[in-house]
């Protein structure tokens, strides 16, 4: 929400707009005197003695009101929710104004000046009343009055406009930061399950020194995971040995029928990725792609920059699947969770590549734009 001080102009920006009121009446009392010139018989030009009488009564004082139709601008801006307590705001101060702008000028004019003969009697109320009706004082202020209100309004529109925009910006952010956020729960308790699940498995087998070391490794996984979980950014490195960690807990069930075989690009190790997008993948890799099968295991897993692109690719020679073409097809949490996060962080400057063949295999591609380190600084 703006401030009323924040809205408050510069007295730059008055002593502008108090300047565009000088120019411009100077100009039309200096095109009434030519225009006299013009059109009139025996007519005198007098240049100086009218812009002195523009600028030291009608003018100078409202370097002393300016402020206030300022501050009433800020405190009580025009809006189509208050409109007619706004303008009946400005209207009571325009009439306090030109009261005591008549007035102050009255007086003035009373005592420092020399009123004609046929003004020599006046009292300075008196003389108020003829230059704010007589002298069209009253219609000056009028219009210096709406000049003001409405170069400050609009600047007031302007803000409240700008700062709407801004607070929005930051829901939006604050939106997507908890979107992030809700995704990033619902890997945990997921995997959680399937570990937790091989762990009864070994200790039904009688097991218990491989279930006791899968629960050793599923404690380090999980320290390592709650240490980041306010991290939406993790380095390639960091999420690599989180990899890492997962396939030593699946290889205590697998044994040695599972190979995994890691080539990263020692230059692309330091990038910004988003937290927990490997491992996502790989689980699905290995519960989806070896979980039915028998034999040797293989999963490949390639990390290379590409231009101005990291390219990451998981291999794996599983059980595969036509799992697009198939109308019963429905993706799992990892995939759906990955796919939707880089949807909220990249938009249209990812790519995610799915093929797989029946028996052969699955691929997975994931094409995502090369940032800075700086990204860890917006964390």
Same mark, same amino acid.
């Given at each position: 929400m703006i401030e009323a001080a924040e809205r408050k102009p510069s007295y730059r920006s008055l002593a502008a707009a108090l300047a565009l009121v000088w120019v411009g009446f100077a100009v039309y009392t200096v095109l009434q005197q030519v225009s006299g010139i013009l059109t009139l018989r025996n007519f005198t030009a007098a240049f100086v003695a009218p812009l002195r009488v523009l600028t030291l009564y009608y003018w100078l004082p409202w370097v002393l009101f300016a402020p206030l139709v300022a501050a009433a601008s800020a405190?009580?801006?025009?809006r189509p929710d208050n409109w007619p307590?706004? *303008? @009946?705001?400005? /209207? $009571?101060? *325009? @009439?306090?104004? /030109? $009261?005591?702008?008549?007035?102050?000028i009255g007086i003035l004019y009373h005592y420092f000046e020399a009123p004609g003969t046929d003004m020599a009697t006046y009292q300075p109320w008196q003389h108020a009343g003829h230059f704010l009706f007589g002298d069209d004082m009253l219609l000056f202020d009028m219009?210096?009055?709406?000049?003001?209100?409405?170069?400050?309004?609009?600047?007031?529109?302007?803000?409240?406009?700008?700062?709407?925009?801004l607070d929005a910006s930051k829901l939006n952010q604050r939106l997507a930061e908890l979107r992030l956020q809700t995704l990033r729960m619902q890997i945990d308790p997921h995997f959680l399950f399937n570990a937790m699940n091989a762990v009864a498995v070994l200790i039904k087998k009688g097991e218990n020194e491989r279930a006791e070391q899968t629960l050793g490794r599923l404690s380090s996984f999980f320290r390592h995971t709650l240490e980041s979980s306010d991290r939406h950014w993790v380095t390639l490195e960091e999420e690599l040995e989180l990899v890492r960690q997962y396939i030593g807990i699946v290889q205590v069930r697998f044994g040695d029928r599972l190979t995994v075989t890691e080539h990263c690009d020692a230059n692309v190790k330091a990038t910004p990725?988003?937290?927990?997008?490997?491992?996502?993948?790989?689980?699905?890799?290995?519960?989806?792609?070896?979980?039915?099968?028998?034999?040797?295991?293989?999963?490949?897993?390639?990390?290379?920059?590409?231009?101005?692109?990291?390219?990451?690719?998981?291999?794996?020679?599983?059980?595969?699947?036509?799992?697009?073409?198939?109308?019963?097809?429905?993706?799992?949490?990892?995939?759906?969770n990955v796919r939707g996060r880089l949807e909220q962080l990249y938009g249209r400057e990812h790519r995610f590549a799915l093929a797989s063949t029946p028996g052969a295999g699955t691929r997975i591609e994931v094409r995502v734009p090369l940032l800075p380190k700086a990204v860890f600084a917006a964390q």
């Open positions: 405190r009580i801006p025009i307590k706004a *303008l @009946l705001v400005h /209207a $009571l101060l *325009l @009439l306090g104004i /030109a $009261l005591v702008h008549g007035l102050g219009v210096v009055y709406a000049w003001l209100a409405a170069t400050l309004n609009i600047r007031n529109f302007h803000q409240i406009v700008r700062q709407q925009e990725v988003p937290a927990m997008l490997l491992q996502p993948l790989i689980e699905n890799a290995v519960t989806h792609g070896f979980g039915d099968k028998i034999g040797p295991c293989t999963l490949k897993l390639a990390c290379r920059a590409d231009g101005d692109s990291l390219a990451i690719a998981i291999e794996d020679d599983g059980i595969g699947g036509r799992f697009y073409s198939d109308p019963k097809f429905e993706e799992g949490i990892g995939l759906t």
